[in-house]
Every structure is written in C-alpha cells, then in structure tokens.
C-alpha cells in the first residue's frame, strides 16, 4: 500500500498544478455558485473531469512512449521539465497586480481545470450563461474546459517523463486517483467560495493562486528533470 502512495501524492500535486490557477473558468464557476449551488457542484465535477480525462490519456500512452525511447530517458525527462517551466514561468508572469504588466488571465494553462485565458472576460460573459440544469451545465463546463489544449500538454510531458514510475495499472490507478481527487477537491472549494462569499473573489487572492499553482509546475519540473543527462 506504501508503494502507491508516491504516485497518489504526485498525482494531487499534478492535479493542483493545473487546477489552481484561477482565470474565466474559475470565475464563472464562482458565479455559477452565486446563482445556484447544486448547478455550480455539477460544473465543477464536469471541470474535474476534463482532467481527469486528460490525465488518463496521458498516463495510457506516458509509459508506453517512455518503454520505447529507454536508451534516452533522461533527455526526454529533461524535455518534459522544459515544457512545463515555460508553462509555469508564462503562468507567473501573467500572476501581476491589475495594472501591471500583462493580466494574470493572459496565461495559457489557466483555461483547463479551473481556470483559463482571460479571466476578466469571465465576468464579462455572466449574461451569457444563465442559470441551466446540473446535467446542462456539467456537459457545458466539459465542453468549455476541454477546449485548452494546454492541459493535455502539461499531462503528456509529466507522464512521459515518469513513464517507468507509471507503468503498472496500480501505479497508474493511484496517479489518476490523486489528480482527479486534487481538482474535484479545489473546484468543489471554489463553489463553496462562491455559494458563501457572495462576491467577486480580491484581485490579490486570485493572484496568489496562480503562484501557488504554477510554483506546484514549476517544482514539479525540477523533480523530474534530476538526475541531469
């Protein structure tokens, strides 16, 4: 049982790597908990799901590319590190005060689990997505959630990168238990957020999260990347 517990805990860090940075998903899933709390725990489990789906199809194929491309694994782990510092460095760099610099919404990996590109436009799109059904609204947060290529990006290159680590179904198993865990768990947070506050949440409280979150992607990367080629 001790055995599965790395993968499981690697699997969370992964699943609030990509989760927590907050942009117009997370926006609009608090909005949807102000109008209506049961239609926003819908959207959020249909956002969890978009990563969880994602990260299943990352760690079906990781292991299987990371068997054949052996004799050079630490250059393909070092490849992967890279991939996911430029995601979190673009991450951090959107993560600024209004006013300074480009908006934290501007960054690409924000649009999958959570979040997403232009959170600002978020609150603009309010009139648009009125009240619906739990059913309509999972559906309809999958179908927003999936459009950011990014999250299959960053999925891909941890999971090609741990490709031994991942190669039982066990280990595998408990990798994806931990990623869909990790996300269910911060978007269900975000619906109570909202279903209490009320409120829009503080520009410098968002700001925090996209820190937290791409420093998790960024340590994430220096933890596969060693031992250097």
Do not use: C
Not at 91 to 98: I, K, Q, S, T
Not at 189 to 198: D, E, I, K, Y
Request: charged fraction near 10%; glycine fraction near 14%; aromatic fraction near 6%.
């Amino acid at each position: 049982m001790s055995e599965l517990m790395t993968p499981t805990l690697a699997g969370a860090a992964a699943g609030l790597g990509v989760a927590m940075p907050m942009g117009a998903m997370s926006v609009l899933l608090l909005q949807e908990a102000m109008r209506d709390r049961r239609t926003a725990v819908a959207a959020a489990a249909g956002i969890a799901a978009v990563d969880l789906g994602y990260a299943a199809l990352a760690t079906a194929l990781g292991p299987w590319v990371a068997s054949h491309i052996s004799p050079v694994e630490a250059w393909v782990r070092l490849a992967s590190a890279v991939i996911l510092l430029v995601i979190a460095a673009r991450g951090l760099a959107g993560a600024r005060p209004p006013g300074v610099g480009a908006a934290a919404s501007d960054s690409g990996l924000g649009a999958s689990a959570g979040s997403g590109s232009g959170a600002g436009s978020g609150a603009g799109q309010v009139g648009v997505f009125v009240q619906a059904r739990p059913g309509k609204a999972f559906v309809r947060y999958v179908g927003l959630t999936a459009l950011n290529p990014t999250t299959a990006l960053y999925f891909a290159a941890l999971t090609t990168a741990q490709g031994a680590a991942l190669r039982t179904g066990a280990a595998g198993g408990a990798f994806l238990l931990g990623v869909g865990a990790a996300s269910l768990l911060w978007q269900q947070a975000l619906v109570t957020l909202g279903s209490l506050a009320g409120t829009r949440i503080p520009d410098r409280a968002r700001i925090w999260t996209f820190r937290l979150g791409y420093g998790l992607v960024a340590a994430y990367a220096v933890k596969i990347a060693l031992p250097l080629p």
